[in-house]
């Protein structure tokens, strides 16, 4: 019975009967459906026949053409219905099918290797998906009591976020950075650095010259192996790209519920907003905070908490998708800070529900500093629960180091600052170039997790002898 669940959760999200509405209006980005009594979040197909104009993935895949939309909304007795793709070629009239009243994804482990598309289809042009199950795309949250609780260190093999960050399997960190930054850059080499056993990257509203230049440049054709990419670009409708998210979610729940540790990367969380927002508004929902509306942040804190680890639960069995094998799915999202203000409405709902983050810093961009992460601004909330005590007191010291340089930076440019005035300055600026070396790193680099603790462990011995030298002699 336990191999037919799949099966069974897909019969019971096909609708029971054919029900068909009509075009009443098409306004803005939204099409009114008259006498269509289906639940919101249920996909439906509009009938256009010849005046359909073919999609670019239909165009690819030679298949037919369809039209599909998602239910936003009600207005009176009318369904609001925004599309998948572009109005062109609707009219009044024209008969709107529903299809499944929940929507899902169908994914296997044959999605390895490949690029996704908005709606879980293959764009890559390697054939389609085979052996695979459905997925729901909105799921019912996982109660508290079955997540596990975070232990374990997962690598990145970026020495200044593994060092000063560190991340724990299950943990959901945030990246924040204006435009320029090297945002992309960073998460393309955690993708090809990690030692998650599948890493599931999602590209929201990304610019499509980019898409391909991540694949085949940054991440490179050994790390697309263990990896799923789900694409969704800046041309694409907003519902597309929000939904992009959604399936970047349901793949990494698949594995996760094979016992694997997956890594989902998310770039944008901030055009994932951007788009929930455009669909707020289409449906009528009234503007919070600099013109987001109230369900953006709703839709935030359930998909940021999708990811997790989760405890093996033998009583539920795999193939019910329900988490039996206890694997766990590390979250990394981007946050683009606009004009670099921290307390813009995404990157402070952000801050409050993640477990930690990176801020990346134009003036050490600006340096040559690269990656540009400012670790005396960063945090993991969970560095501490999965690195040894001998890390952890070198993390302590090298931010002691960092932060006395900092403050006392202006004297020393200037040539103001004296020698002997505070020990813990002195032996920042003597340990200044050591600190700077092992913080900053080539794309190419790859440093093991233990390498890279035993150099920052060594520095901090050796700049607390030193300090302990020049307090005896004062």
């Not at 293959?122 to 799921?139: E, F, N, Q, S, Y």
């Not at 109660?143 to 959901?172: E, Y």
């Not at 090298?398 to 020698?419: F, R």
């Amino acid at each position: 019975m336990q191999g037919l669940v799949p099966q069974l959760q897909t019969i019971r999200r096909v609708q029971p009967m054919r029900v068909t509405g009509r075009v009443q209006a098409l306004r803005g980005l939204t099409v009114h459906v008259r006498d269509l009594p289906v639940p919101v979040g249920s996909l439906v197909s509009i009938g256009l026949g010849d005046r359909r104009i073919v999609s670019r993935h239909e165009a690819a895949s030679g298949g037919e053409a369809e039209t599909l939309g998602e239910v936003i909304g009600f207005d009176g007795p009318n369904a609001v219905v925004m599309m998948l793709s572009s109005t062109a070629g609707i009219r009044s009239g024209d008969a709107v099918v529903a299809l499944h009243a929940q929507q899902s994804v169908s994914v296997g482990f044959s999605a390895l290797g490949r690029v996704l598309d908005g709606l879980g289809r293959p764009i890559d042009g390697k054939g389609p998906l085979h052996a695979t199950v459905p997925r729901a795309l909105d799921p019912e949250p996982i109660t508290p009591l079955r997540r596990a609780r975070v232990t374990q260190k997962l690598s990145t093999g970026v020495r200044a976020i593994d060092l000063m960050t560190t991340l724990g399997r299950g943990q959901r960190l945030g990246i924040f950075a204006g435009p320029g930054v090297g945002k992309s850059t960073l998460l393309g080499s955690i993708a090809k650095g990690t030692e998650a056993d599948v890493s599931v990257v999602a590209l929201i509203g990304e610019r499509g010259r980019e898409v391909k230049d991540f694949i085949e440049h940054t991440l490179g054709p050994e790390a697309l192996k263990r990896c799923v990419l789900v694409v969704a670009t800046s041309d694409e409708s907003a519902l597309l790209r929000a939904r992009a998210a959604l399936v970047a979610c349901a793949v990494s729940e698949f594995f996760r519920d094979h016992g694997k540790s997956v890594l989902l990367i998310m770039d944008s969380i901030t055009r994932f907003a951007h788009a929930h927002r455009q669909i707020g508004l289409s449906v009528g929902e009234p503007p919070a905070m600099r013109g987001y509306t109230p369900g953006v942040f709703a839709a935030m804190a359930r998909m940021l908490e999708r990811a997790g680890a989760v405890n093996p639960d033998p009583a539920m069995g795999l193939e019910a998708g329900l988490g039996g094998a206890g694997g766990s799915i590390t979250g990394l999202y981007s946050i683009l800070v606009e004009g670099d203000d921290m307390t813009e409405p995404v990157a402070d709902a952000a801050r409050g529900i993640l477990d930690g983050h990176v801020i990346l810093s134009r003036k050490l961009a600006q340096r040559g500093h690269y990656p540009a992460i400012d670790v005396l601004d960063s945090i993991s909330r969970v560095a501490d629960d999965v690195c040894d005590e001998a890390h952890v007191h070198a993390r302590r010291q090298v931010v002691k180091l960092l932060s006395a340089y900092q403050q006392a930076e202006d004297l020393i440019q200037i040539g103001a600052y004296a020698k002997g005035s505070n020990p813990v300055t002195d032996v920042a600026i003597k340990y200044r170039d050591a600190l700077l070396e092992l913080l900053q790193q080539s794309t190419k680099q790859r440093d093991s997790f233990e390498d890279a603790r035993k150099r920052m462990v060594n520095i901090a011995i050796e700049a607390g002898n030193e300090h302990m030298k020049l307090t005896q002699k004062r």
